[in-house]
Each structure stands twice: as C-alpha cells, then as structure tokens.
C-alpha cells in the first residue's frame, strides 16, 4: 500500500511541472502547497462567507474591508503565501470582487 502511495505521489509531482501557472495558478498552489480537499472546500466556504460580508457591507456604504482581508489572512493554511493565494484564486476567476478588493487593500500598504 505503502509503495502504491508513494507512486502516486510522484506522478503527481510530475503532473504538477507540467500545469501552466499562469492559466491555472490557484490549481498549482493547492497542488505544491499539498493541500487536503477539506482545507479548499474551507477555504471556500470562508471566501463565501466573505463575499456575502462585502455586499452587505457595501450596500451600508463601506469603501475599505480591511478586516475582511485580516479575516481571510488568519484563516490560510501556514502553506499558502497571502498575495499569491489572492493573485491564484483571482486569476483561476474565484471570488473575483473580493480578491480584487483584497488586492487594492494590500497595494495602499
């Protein structure tokens, strides 16, 4: 069992050098950072979370989320880089208005 894992390990490193980072930046992230479905879908669940907080905080008048971006930040597994997490998962067209407003939070500091 043991050697079968190991095998199909490194296929995957193998796959991993062949995705193009650049289409696919968030998949590669997941992949190098060795992240577990249930880390993604919590991710996920908290990027929901977050967009919803947005809209109904934009819609009170808000212009700036820093605790959201402070939320999202402690929330990341230790693995994932904050700006390139941001960067993947836009690019890849996840939860594009959030991470457009975490990316403008982030480039006025």
Known sequence: MEERLATLEFYVELLLKQIDRSK??????????????RDVQALYQ??????????KQKAEGFVTFSPL???????????????????????????????????KLIKKK
């Open 24 to 37: 696919y930046p968030w998949d590669y992230l997941i992949m190098s950072s060795k992240l577990s479905k």
């Open 46 to 55: 908290l990027c929901e979370e977050l967009s919803k907080e947005m809209d």
């Open 69 to 103: 971006l402070i939320q999202f930040r402690e929330a990341l597994p230790p693995s994932l880089p904050l700006e390139e997490t941001i960067a993947a998962l836009r690019t890849q067209g996840h939860y594009v208005p959030l991470m457009d407003a975490f990316q």
